[in-house]
């Protein structure tokens, strides 16, 4: 199972909205709707943001949201401000088969 | 509030053992999977392991499948990963997880592993 494909950077200016594509395949993303994203600030733990393609732990801010088309789901993250910098990661449910969860490749976001 | 702490982890020599623990507080442990998630240094995130809540049902990433054993004692709410025959690649921040499918919350800090000569 490869890792789900993500852009390795992604910047943006304070107050902009910035997204991050998430690909996979017809095994992980395309079937199941059980995608999560995770921001993680350097030496930290990952941080749940998203759960099931679109929903939002209590907690995290609304201008977080993630949806899904197809094999690909994207986290959008609007109002960008400097503590969103961070490293942002999605994960897909994959089956009981060889791999039962599958990562991305992680992005980093930056603010300009 | 649900806290996850790892402990566990050296400096170990190629082909070498070592047990990972993680206490688990706040949590009804048994109520919930857990997973072992590895970070190599500067390198993205990587599933390892997933038990059921009671201990009945294992999964793991083929990387590391035949070599590393993942074990829950639920009267200790203690969650362990052995791992041996442990190879340079294998070197990772080691966190745990409570493992609900659709997400991984609440994550530990996580302990550093070693692999080297």
């Known amino acids: 199972q490869s890792a789900l494909t993500q852009p390795a950077s992604v910047s943006g200016s304070p107050g902009q909205s910035i997204t991050i594509p998430c690909t996979g395949t017809?095994?992980?993303?395309?079937?199941?709707?059980?995608v999560s994203w995770y921001q993680q600030h350097p030496g930290k733990a990952p941080k749940l943001m998203i759960y099931?393609?679109?929903k939002r732990p209590s907690g995290v801010s609304n201008r977080f949201s993630g949806s899904k088309s197809g094999n690909t789901a994207s986290l959008t993250i609007s109002g960008l401000q400097a503590e969103d910098e961070a490293d942002y990661y999605c994960?897909?449910?994959?089956?009981?088969?060889?791999?039962?969860?599958?990562f991305g490749t992680g992005t980093k976001v930056t603010v300009l | 509030e649900e806290e996850l702490l790892e402990s566990g982890g050296d400096l170990v020599q190629p082909g070498g053992s070592l047990r990972l623990s993680c206490a688990a507080s706040?949590?009804?442990?048994?109520?919930?999977?857990m997973s072992w998630v590895r970070q190599a240094p500067g390198k993205g995130l990587e599933w390892v392991s997933r038990?059921?809540?009671?201990?009945?049902?294992?999964y793991y990433a083929d990387s590391v499948k035949g070599r590393f054993t993942i074990s829950r004692d639920n009267s200790k709410d203690m969650l362990y990963l052995q791992m041996n025959s442990l190879r340079a690649e294998d070197t990772a921040v080691y966190h745990c997880?409570?493992?609900?499918?659709?997400?991984?919350?609440?994550w530990g800090r996580g302990t550093l592993v070693t692999v080297s000569s």
């Open positions: 038990i059921s809540g009671s201990g009945g049902s294992t």
């Open positions: 997880a409570k493992d609900r499918l659709d997400h991984f919350d609440p």
């Open positions: 017809s095994s992980d993303v395309g079937t199941y709707s059980l």
């Open positions: 099931e393609v679109s």
């Open positions: 994960c897909s449910y994959a089956g009981s088969g060889t791999s039962v969860y599958v």
């Open positions: 706040g949590v009804t442990f048994n109520k919930y999977a």
